[in-house]
């Protein structure tokens, strides 16, 4: 799944996830997790971030590939959630599923505009305890304040959620994804998908998509 910050992958993969029974293989919960259980990688992973580097990518396609390869990964299959980022790393991507005998069905690239991205990731705030995600407007907790599910009251807002930064992230995001989508658009397996809309209804487009091009009935 390729798409910026605020164009609905979190929520659209959940979905999909719910309905599909695959498994969604975020890099950033990857990052996190390594971090977390203190691996050789994820120690490693922390110096950068520590330092306010990007985590070079190697480490992320070698965490990814551990993840694709291992044997609990999902057998009905899975999505990708903030890998590749690069060329680079989706020609890694390919040579790994080639491997593995697990091909790339789809590059589901999510096109939102910057008026949409800008209410949407403004209004997000997150859990300090969990890090559930909530939205002011389109996805408030039930009680203000007050995380539902874990009970925490601090619910914060990230410093970069913020409409100057998030216009520098989208030119950042645009100029480095274009690779990746002119990529997948010469094999064929790009499908782009306005994500102006609510996740609802793409993940009804997607489903429907698939049943139509037999992707359902594969297993």
Request: charged letters at 30%; a neutral charge; hydrophobic letters at 30%.
């Amino acid at each position: 799944m390729l798409g910026p910050p605020g164009a609905g992958k979190g929520t659209l993969a959940k979905l999909l996830k719910s309905d599909l029974h695959i498994d969604h293989i975020s890099t950033g919960d990857i990052l996190r997790e390594e971090i977390k259980n203190k691996t050789k990688l994820g120690t490693k992973v922390k110096e950068y971030i520590d330092n306010g580097q990007l985590v070079p990518d190697e480490i992320v396609t070698q965490l990814v590939e551990l993840r694709l390869t291992s044997p609990s990964s999902g057998e009905k299959g899975f999505m990708l959630d903030g890998f590749p980022r690069t060329r680079h790393q989706a020609e890694d991507l390919d040579r790994i599923l080639e491997e593995i005998n697990k091909p790339t069905d789809y590059a589901i690239y999510l096109e939102s505009t910057v008026p949409v991205i800008i209410r949407r990731l403004t209004g997000r705030r997150i859990c300090r305890s969990c890090s559930a995600v909530y939205h002011i407007v389109n996805r408030p907790p039930k009680k203000s304040g007050i995380c539902d599910e874990c009970g925490g009251n601090d619910l914060y807002q990230r410093q970069d959620d913020n409409e100057k930064t998030i216009r520098n992230r989208m030119d950042v995001y645009l100029e480095n994804t274009l690779p990746i989508v002119k990529y997948y658009e010469a094999k064929g397996k790009l499908k782009r998908l306005m994500a102006d809309t609510e996740s609802e209804e793409l993940h009804e487009h997607l489903m429907k998509m698939f049943d139509e091009e037999g992707k359902l009935h594969k297993h």
